[in-house]
């Protein structure tokens, strides 16, 4: 796992360098990335069709991660919304690292479906990371970090119903993923629900004030 995250970084780190080259590669790139995360998430969808392993308990596009996916290929391939952008690197940055250090992928080697895991979320943080690099003009203010939180809370809520109607675990709002995870340090169920619900603005605040300060630098007058 250790390994994987390392990897999963210095990729990132690598893609957001090379798409500060200039702007035809960042698009290449974007382009690059958007599509393997429309493959990564159409194994995660089609995948358990296939293998006859499908139930509505766990094989809806309904975590986090799937939504970030889903705005990311957005914005990666329409690259003329700041605020598209700026929510997809909101949602996509804390989601993929969490998920990359603590990794539940729900299959194991050789299903297609831990693989699609690993390659979903590691794009995820390199679509995070040329967003920042090569989309300055991305919006990431305090009015998105806010539309990030109500996104959030929104699917949350729409997981909670469907829990309770297949007997899921969608966002983890049943129970923590197996072995040790944050959620376990934030006290039981449902404790922990009330304060990831509290913690996700903090969270999604920090990732955004190194842009927002930087925007703020960008924009700010040449001293003397």
Not at 113 to 129: E, K, N, Q
Not at 151 to 165: C, I
Request: some cysteine; overall charge neutral.
């Amino acid at each position: 796992m250790a390994v994987a995250l390392a990897l999963s970084i210095a990729g990132a780190a690598g893609l957001a360098w090379a798409a500060c080259g200039s702007s035809s590669t960042a698009s290449v790139l974007s382009l690059a990335l958007a599509g393997l995360l429309v493959a990564s998430e159409a194994t995660l969808l089609l995948w358990p069709v296939v293998a006859g392993s499908w139930a509505a308990s766990s094989s809806l596009p309904l975590q986090l991660s799937d939504l970030a996916t889903f705005i990311m290929i957005a914005a990666l391939a329409w690259n003329r919304s700041r605020r598209l952008a700026g929510l997809a690197y909101l949602l996509a940055l804390p989601s993929s690292l969490l998920a990359l250090a603590f990794p539940a992928p729900g299959a194991l080697p050789p299903s297609p479906l831990y693989f699609a895991f690993w390659v979903d979320h590691a794009s995820l943080l390199a679509g995070a990371t040329v967003i920042g690099a090569a989309r300055p003009g991305a919006d990431v203010g305090w009015g998105t970090v806010m539309v990030a939180w109500a996104t959030t809370t929104v699917l949350a809520s729409s997981d909670g119903l469907v829990n309770l109607a297949t007997g899921g675990d969608y966002m983890f709002l049943r129970r923590p993923p197996p072995g040790w995870d944050p959620l376990r340090v934030m006290g039981p169920w449902p404790v922990y629900v009330v304060v990831a619900f509290f913690v996700c603005p903090l969270l999604f605040a920090a990732v955004a004030w190194p842009a927002i300060a930087v925007q703020g630098a960008r924009h700010s007058p040449e001293g003397p």
